[in-house]
């Protein structure tokens, strides 16, 4: 199956973001605001921040459950990564699959933050990335 082209979101993508987050328990829970969000409609949503010249930190990527392991989550990566820089993202130390698919992907952890998340609290493993 071929994924749906990766493009920035629009306001109308609020209605299917908010019930999609509600499915991914795992990943951060993240308000729309003003941050840069890609989607690919429907199946999954990238949330980034810069938070320097040339660096960027993945505040969120979900995926609908009936989309997983189609290419979603690595065309919505790919498209923001293609931007270069230097990239950072937190992930829950038990959730092994998200490690497993940001090695895959080049990032390498980096540390870990004690008691980053909460409901339930666990610590939160930091990964990087220099493109």
Avoid: C
Wanted: no cysteine; proline share 9%.
């Amino acid at each position: 199956m071929e994924t749906p082209p990766v493009r920035p979101s629009t306001t109308a993508d609020l209605a299917w973001i908010a019930p999609l987050l509600a499915t991914a328990p795992e990943a951060a829970q993240w308000l729309p605001e003003s941050d840069p969000v890609l989607v690919v409609e429907g199946r999954g949503v990238l949330v980034y921040r810069s938070v320097a010249p040339d660096e960027y930190e993945i505040l969120n990527l979900a995926v609908a459950p009936e989309h997983r392991r189609q290419g979603v989550a690595r065309a919505l990566l790919e498209a923001a990564l293609a931007q270069g820089g230097s990239w950072f993202l937190e992930v829950r130390e038990s959730n092994h699959l998200a490690q497993i698919f940001y090695e895959s992907m080049g990032f390498r952890a980096i540390g870990v933050r004690p008691g980053y998340y909460q409901a339930p609290p666990e610590k939160a493993i930091v990964m990087g990335l220099k493109r």
